[in-house]
Structures are given as C-alpha cells and as structure tokens.
C-alpha cells in the first residue's frame, strides 16, 4: 500500500536520500510521474508547432520550412540554449532579440517564433537568387554563400525534416 506521508525521492539514488530500497508502490508513481511529465512536454510542443504554423502563414512563409527550422535549430525545445548564446526554438543571438523585440525577452516563446520566422522571411528575401537554398542564409547569413549548397549539411538537415 503506498503511504502518502512517507518520505520519497525521484531521484535515480532513491536509496540514499531515503534510507531505504524504493518499493514497488515508489517505482509505480515514479512512472506515473514520468508519464505526465512527457504527456505535458507533447502538450506544449503541439501548440508551439500550431504556433509555428500560424506565425508562417502569417508573414508568408512556408509553414512546413519554418518547423523544419525550428526542429534544426532547437528540437522544438524552446529554453533550448546554444554554445554562442543562441536562445530558444529559432536559436535567437541575442543582439537580434534587442534589435527586434527591444523591450521583449526572446525566451518568450511567441516571441522567438515570431523572430526566427521574420529572419527566415528576410532571408529568402535577401537570397533570393539562390532559390531553394536561401534557407543557409537564415543559418549562415547573406553574406556567406556556400559554393555548392545542394551539398550544405545545414540544407540536408532542413529538407531531411520538411516532411516529418
């Protein structure tokens, strides 16, 4: 019988924070808990990719692109944190967030979609002459141009997930 008044821990050293061996009533709830936890992620990212959708449709881009992006750059994980300070689903540099969102944090989330979406939307703009290809842009920036950009690993990773 699991007594709600005693003492547990998620931990994985259930063992020493406790004092005692996790039962099977311990083991049960910590699943239970672990399935609500991924139940709520799905959650979240179900409505950040209607989110997603809608901001594209609404600035013009293809909605498709613009989640295929987000899924690059971040795995749809909008605290998502990069190794030169890139924040969020669209990997936001942080100067681009004050330029665009000045008084606005780009940890909020409508907030780097609707950024990382508008960077795209420049981008194919800015590049248009490279046709499909503009997306490195968004990645790379206009000004770096690779000489064969069927072959760009940036451009495999996007189409590899433009139908997922």
Do not use: W
């Not at 990212?45 to 690059?72: F, T, Y």
């Amino acid at each position: 019988m699991l007594d709600l008044n005693t003492p547990f821990s998620l931990s994985p050293m259930v063992l020493l924070t406790t004092g005692k061996r996790p039962n099977r009533d311990d083991t049960f709830l910590i699943l239970v808990l672990i399935c609500l936890l991924v139940f709520i992620c799905n959650a979240a990212k179900g409505s950040v990719v209607d989110d997603i959708r809608a901001e594209a449709l609404r600035q013009g881009v293809d909605p498709k692109i613009a989640l295929s992006v987000a899924k690059v750059e971040s795995g749809l994980n909008p605290t998502a944190i990069g190794r030169k300070g890139e924040i969020g689903l669209y990997q936001i540099m942080p100067f681009n967030g004050a330029k665009y969102a000045p008084n606005i944090s780009v940890f909020d989330i409508k907030t780097n979609i609707r950024i990382g979406i508008y960077l795209i939307s420049r981008a194919k703009y800015q590049c248009s002459d490279m046709g499909q290809y503009y997306i490195i842009c968004y990645n790379q920036g206009p000004h770096r141009r690779p000489k064969y950009p069927h072959l760009h690993p940036y451009y495999k990773r996007i189409v590899a997930n433009y139908d997922r």
